[in-house]
């Protein structure tokens, strides 16, 4: 790839400012008043697409939010990319905590990030590394050095589970047909020390539902006669674990895969200060599941958080009341071999038979999806090893995340294609969280550094 960082250089002010444009519009797939602005986004990435040198772009219709696919074919005898990214959001909340509006993007110079980042929801997750992939076509398209076929498949329903995504896949394999899948949807370890996520955790979502009186009560009339629902749920997710921190659900191990002494000591050779990683959270001490590092806790293990909790009432002052239901938001981060249905299921049946006499409990699936693990000796993966090896200067290091994208399993059992996790955000940029960002450096790195994925790959591919 030929004048690939001159090319970025030249054009960076306008790829920032396209990038803005794009964060400015707040696709929050999760609430359908923005429904109008997510379907927007789906139509600036379509015009993107075609600027950057797709011959044909087309919106499909799913009986969710739209799936913008396009794609470049040169010679339908060379390989095939398939591009996967999401341009819808998570909801900004709480918005107390922004520092600055979450859709009126914003430069800030960080420690981290001496020459600057961009806040606004969705700058990392996933509209800067998805538009990394616009970008870098562009660069191959103007400057007639694509060495292959490129297809783009983006979605706007990845925050909300990529159900429709899922029938999408199953309903156009031959269009979407391909050699290698390649994703931008997770992080390298640190600036200077790249790495290939190779393992996604898996996931499952659920809401459940305490109802107790029939009615909100008076906490003095009928305080410590019947059972209040906040005060059971509480004690009820309490008890998922015990004293190590172990989830203790039945069958919830049943089928954890145990990493070997020596696949462990390799994860450990990654970079890692524990005593950073407690300042940057502004916390005294770590916690989690006995018998695991942090790194371990989060990526190789499964978990359970309460991601919400309601009920009874939170407004100013005081009001004496037993509410008559309380609720909580429920996920839980899969390994590789646990089923995801099946670990709602024993969730299900578990969260129901601890519940005390005086309450109905109703437990709600929402989404889920299956882990995920790329092997290190594919093509794709070496094609990624010597992509950022030429970029960074440095060999990247293979690692697992916590994280979940839950369309890999799937992609991998309906188009028979390994995917490669290409991602250049970082653990600080604070997705899914208030003030989101992600560095320009990084920005700017990835449009650099996908070309000459394309590149290895269609040369080993030979």
């Known amino acids: 790839m030929k004048n ?28 359908s008043a923005y429904k109008k602005d997510v379907l927007h986004t789906a139509e600036v990435v379509k015009t993107r697409l075609e600027e950057a040198g797709c011959d044909h772009v087309e919106i499909c219709e799913t009986a969710g939010y739209p799936i913008v696919y396009g794609e470049k074919i040169i010679d339908k005898d060379l390989p095939t990319v398939l591009v996967y990214g999401h341009y819808d959001v998570q909801p900004p909340d709480p918005l107390n905590l922004w520092n600055s509006p979450p859709f009126e993007p914003v430069i800030k110079k960080t420690e981290l990030h001496p020459e600057g980042a961009i806040f606004a929801r969705g700058a990392c997750d996933d509209k800067g590394q998805m538009y990394m992939h616009v970008k870098a076509l562009e660069f191959m398209t103007k400057t007639n050095q694509l060495p292959c076929n490129v297809k783009f498949m983006i979605e706007g329903e990845e925050e909300v589970g990529s159900s429709n995504l899922a029938i999408f896949v199953k309903e156009n ?63 009820m997710i309490a008890s998922l674990h015990d004293e190590n921190n172990h989830i203790t659900i039945p069958g919830f191990y049943d089928k954890v895969e145990e990493l070997s002494k020596e696949e462990r000591a390799e994860m450990a050779k990654a970079p890692f200060s524990l005593e950073a990683y ?53 996920s839980m981060r899969l390994v590789p071999h646990q089923d995801w249905e099946n670990i709602t299921q024993l969730f299900k049946t578990h969260f129901e038979s601890i519940a005390p006499k005086g309450v109905k409990v109703e437990v709600k699936p929402h989404h889920g999806g299956q882990g995920y693990v790329t ?49 250049f955000g970082l653990d600080s940029d604070a997705i899914h969280s208030p003030n989101e960002h992600y560095g320009l450096f990084n920005y700017y790195k990835g449009i650099e550094t996908i070309p000459l994925f394309y590149k290895y790959f269609t040369e080993l591919s030979e």
């Open 4 to 31: 690939i960082s001159t090319y970025v250089n030249q054009h960076k002010d306008r790829f920032l400012e396209e990038l803005i444009d794009l964060l400015k519009i707040p696709s929050i797939s999760a609430d």
């Open 278 to 330: 407690k300042k940057s959270l502004d916390i005294d001490a770590v916690y989690g599941e006995a018998g695991y590092t942090t790194n371990e806790r989060n990526s190789i293990r499964p978990t359970l958080d309460v991601n919400g909790i309601w009920g009874g009432y939170t407004g100013e002052g005081a009001k004496t009341v037993i509410a008559s239901k309380a609720y909580a938001k429920i």
């Open 173 to 235: 394999q031959e269009k979407l047909k391909n050699d290698v899948i390649l994703i931008s949807d997770t992080g390298i370890i640190a600036k200077d020390v790249p790495s290939i996520t190779t393992g996604l955790r898996g996931l499952s979502y659920v809401e459940v539902e305490v109802t107790g009186p029939n009615r909100d009560l008076h906490s003095g009339l009928y305080g410590g006669a019947v059972a209040n629902p906040i005060n059971v749920l509480a004690k």
């Open 375 to 423: 092997p290190i000796d594919s093509i794709g993966y070496q094609a990624a090893s010597k992509a950022y090896f030429d970029s960074f200067g440095k060999t990247p290091i293979p690692q697992r995340s916590g994280g979940s994208i839950p369309i890999v399993s799937l992609f991998e059992q309906e188009l028979k294609s390994k995917t490669i996790l290409m991602g």
